[in-house]
């Protein structure tokens, strides 16, 4: 199918992607587009292949059949650059660089040859709920959650408008988490970013998605709002999603 026939160019959209590592079907059929400037919820069961499917998302791996388009173009087609610049990631523990913040939040800039100016340093870590002063911090002696906030911020360096968030909340209080969810939750308000958000918390799924994608063994059983997915007959996605994601 041609995509750019369509009317609606959706910034993801999977079209019967598979994936396999070693004669093993991880990802079987994942057909699917995600709604421009929303929160979609990646849930499902352990083994499901949700990271996999984000790696997939990120170019970090490739499918092995199916396409992957971002925002109306072919992911191969992409230069990995502009591929990073446009889609960002963010996981459960993303590693930090030895330096300060300010080092670390340089990193994907320096990475295409630029630097990262102080004004700019200054407003990426307002923009994640920061005080200035953390820029001159070492950042491997940050908290679990300020650790979190610099991680989005390294993101937020490039102005993607899309974010793949990968557990991001899974070893946080509940204090951090909750600044965690207000961020990206305002992120996604206020400058429309399309979110893909990897959640074991059907709690936390529930509170901040929009829609949802219901994956088991490597497909994408379900998708749509909650309402949608509770009316699923998929066996699978009944038990997972039952009276939990309320
Ligand atoms: N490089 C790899 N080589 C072999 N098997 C892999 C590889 N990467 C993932 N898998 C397998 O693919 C399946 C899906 O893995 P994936 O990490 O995507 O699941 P997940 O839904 O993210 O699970 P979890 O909720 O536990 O994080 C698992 O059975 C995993 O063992
Ligand atoms: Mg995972």
Redesign the pocket.
């Known amino acids: 199918m041609n995509i750019e026939e369509n009317q609606v160019v959706n910034s993801l959209r999977l079209e019967g992607v598979q994936y396999g ?2 004669g ?1 079907q ?1 990802i079987t059929d994942a057909t699917g587009s995600i709604p421009d400037g929303q929160i979609t919820a990646l849930i ?10 984000l790696k997939l998302c990120n170019g970090l791996i490739s499918p092995t059949a199916g396409e992957i388009y971002i925002e109306g173009k072919l992911i191969g087609d992409l230069s990995p650059i502009t591929l990073r610049r446009r889609v960002g990631i963010v996981l459960q523990s993303s590693p930090m660089v030895k330096g300060t913040v300010y080092d670390n939040l340089e990193l994907p800039l320096r990475l295409q040859g630029k630097t990262l100016s102080d004004q700019q340093a200054a407003e990426l870590v307002e923009r994640v709920g920061l005080p200035a002063a953390v820029l001159t911090q070492d950042a491997r002696e940050l908290s679990g959650g300020q650790r979190q906030k610099v991680s989005i911020a390294r993101t937020l360096v490039n102005n993607s408008k899309i974010l793949l968030l ?2 991001i909340t899974a070893s946080l209080d509940p204090e951090s988490l909750q600044e965690i969810e207000e961020l990206i939750v305002g992120l996604n308000r206020a400058e429309s970013v399309t979110v893909v958000w ?1 959640t ?1 918390n059907l709690a936390q799924a529930a509170r901040v998605g929009e829609n949802f994608w219901v ?1 088991a063994d ?1 497909v994408i059983r379900a998708a749509g709002t909650k309402e949608q997915i509770h009316a699923s007959e998929d066996e699978e996605v009944q038990r997972f999603v039952k009276g939990v994601l309320s």
């Open positions: 590592v070693n093993k991880i499902g069961p352990s083994g499901a292949g949700k990271t996999t499917l990968d557990e990897i074991h994956m490597g």
